[in-house]
C-alpha cells in the first residue's frame, strides 16, 4: 500500500510535455488540429478532425487563423507539425483530383446542403448562385445561398469561389474578396473575360447546333463544339423555343 501511494505522488510529480493535453483532447475528438500548409494559393492555415477538414483561411498568421476558427466554429484547436500525408492530400483537393472529407457539423442544414452542392461544381467550371438554390430545392433562397457561401468556413477546398452572379458579375468572396475569386477561377482555367462578355450581351447559355442541347458557357459538354456550330441564348425559354434541351452534366434548367 505504501509504495503505492509513493508512485502515485510521483506520478503526480511527472510533468506533461507542452501541449500534451490539447494533444490528447484532439486525439479524442475533442479539439481539432490544425497546421500551415504551402499550396497553389500560398500559404493556407488549415484545421481538421477525425471526421474530415473543418476550416481553411488564407491567414496572415497563426494567433489570426486561432482568433477567426474561435468565432466560426468555436471549438478547441491544437497546432501541429503539417502531416505529409495530409499535404498531399490537399493539394490533390486543390488540384481537382481527390475529395477530401469535411466536417461541416456546426452549421445549419441549409449551410450544408449549399456546401455539398458547391462540391460538385468541377473545377474550371462555374454556377450561378440560383443553381445551387434550385438544385438543393429552394429556389426562392438565392440571397440565402450567397450567405451560407459567404460564410464558408472551408473556403478554396470547398470551392464556392465557382458560383457567380448570373450577370457575370464576380460577386463576393470571404476568402479573399472578388480579386481573390478571380485569381483563383482563372489559375483553374476558367475564361472569366468570354465570361463576362457573354454576360454583358446578357446571354446566360450556350447551345451546341449539331445536338440541340444547351449548357452553362463553361460546361465541358459544349467546348469542343466549333465555334460556327455554337449558339448562345438569353433565356432558358428562348433555348426551349429553339428546340434545344437542357445538358445532363450542367443542368442549366430542370430537366423535364
Ligand atoms: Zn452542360
Not at 500551415?36 to 494559393?41: K, N
Not at 481538421?48 to 476558427?69: C, I, P, Q
Not at 449549399?114 to 434550385?134: C, D, F, H, M, S
Amino acid at each position: 500500500m505504501a509504495t503505492v501511494m509513493i508512485d502515485l505522488k510521483r506520478l503526480g510529480d511527472v510533468k506533461a510535455p507542452a501541449g500534451f493535453a490539447d494533444r490528447v483532447l484532439a486525439q479524442a475528438g475533442m479539439a481539432d488540429s490544425y497546421a500551415v500548409f504551402e499550396t497553389v494559393l500560398g500559404a493556407v492555415y488549415v484545421a481538421w478532425n477525425r471526421l474530415g477538414v473543418s476550416a481553411a483561411m488564407r491567414s496572415k498568421s497563426a494567433a489570426e487563423f486561432e482568433a477567426w476558427f474561435h468565432k466560426e466554429v468555436g471549438r478547441r484547436l491544437v497546432r501541429v507539425d503539417a502531416p505529409a500525408d495530409l499535404a498531399e492530400k490537399i493539394e490533390d483537393q486543390l488540384e481537382g483530383t481527390r475529395r477530401l472529407r469535411f466536417d461541416l457539423r456546426g452549421l445549419t442544414p441549409f449551410s450544408q446542403a449549399v456546401l455539398r452542392k458547391t462540391l460538385e461544381i468541377p473545377r474550371g467550371q462555374v454556377r450561378p448562385y440560383g443553381w445551387i438554390a434550385r438544385e438543393i430545392g429552394h429556389p426562392a433562397a438565392v440571397r440565402a445561398v450567397g450567405t451560407a457561401l459567404a460564410n464558408n468556413p472551408i473556403p478554396y477546398f470547398i470551392p464556392c469561389h465557382r458560383v457567380i452572379r448570373s450577370d457575370g458579375v464576380i460577386g463576393n468572396y470571404g476568402g479573399g474578396g472578388p480579386e481573390a475569386k478571380k485569381n483563383i477561377l482563372t489559375l483553374e482555367g476558367v475564361q472569366l473575360k468570354r465570361l463576362q462578355e457573354l454576360a454583358h450581351a446578357g446571354f446566360r447559355y450556350e447551345g451546341v447546333r449539331s445536338t440541340k442541347v444547351f449548357c452553362f458557357p463553361t460546361c465541358y459538354h459544349g467546348r469542343t463544339a466549333k465555334e460556327r456550330n455554337i449558339v448562345h441564348f438569353h433565356s432558358e425559354q428562348e433555348a426551349y423555343a429553339a428546340g434545344y434541351r437542357p445538358c445532363k452534366h450542367c443542368r442549366p434548367a430542370v430537366v423535364a
